[in-house]
């Protein structure tokens, strides 16, 4: 059996559906996570990204992004500290049972899943509103 290779239309054609499908899934709003991910995978494997500009959706996030974490950069530091001093394994978050992520105290830490941290995060989010 002999294997014969795809000529470039042929890749182009393909190229040219797939980027049809993932368009039309999202914006009918049938994409699923894992197309979302694929979506994310496509467009990163075909150097195609967004650029941020100023009054644009991705503009403001960036400009969102910067001041959180200007504001927050001694949170993220002592959040650093914390991870360095526990070593949870794969899979594993450090939580600070107090909520405070400057309580760098051992008796203050633990480690928990990934899952578990976001939920105590949700939970105290929830809480506020």
Same mark, same amino acid.
């Given at each position: ?22 368009? #039309? ?20 494997? +075909? ?14 996030r960036?400009?969102?992004? =910067?001041?959180y ?32 992520? =400057?309580n760098?105290?051992?008796? +203050?830490? =633990? ?7 976001? #939920? ?10």
């Amino acid at each position: 059996m002999s294997k014969s290779k795809a000529t470039e239309d042929q890749f182009h054609e393909l190229h040219q559906l797939v980027t049809q499908e993932f368009l #039309q899934r999202v914006k009918s709003g049938e994409a699923s996570t894992q197309d979302l991910k694929a979506a994310c995978d496509w467009l990163k494997t +075909n150097d195609i990204i967004g650029v941020a500009t100023e009054g644009k959706a991705l503009g403001k996030r960036a400009t969102y992004q =910067k001041r959180y974490r200007k504001a927050n950069k001694d949170k993220d530091a002592s959040r650093t500290r914390a991870r360095r001093k526990m070593k949870c394994g794969a899979g594993k978050e450090v939580d600070h049972k107090d909520g405070n992520p =400057k309580n760098n105290n051992r008796e +203050n830490l =633990k480690c928990v899943s990934r899952l578990k941290n976001r #939920q105590k995060g949700a939970r105290k989010t929830n809480r506020k509103r």
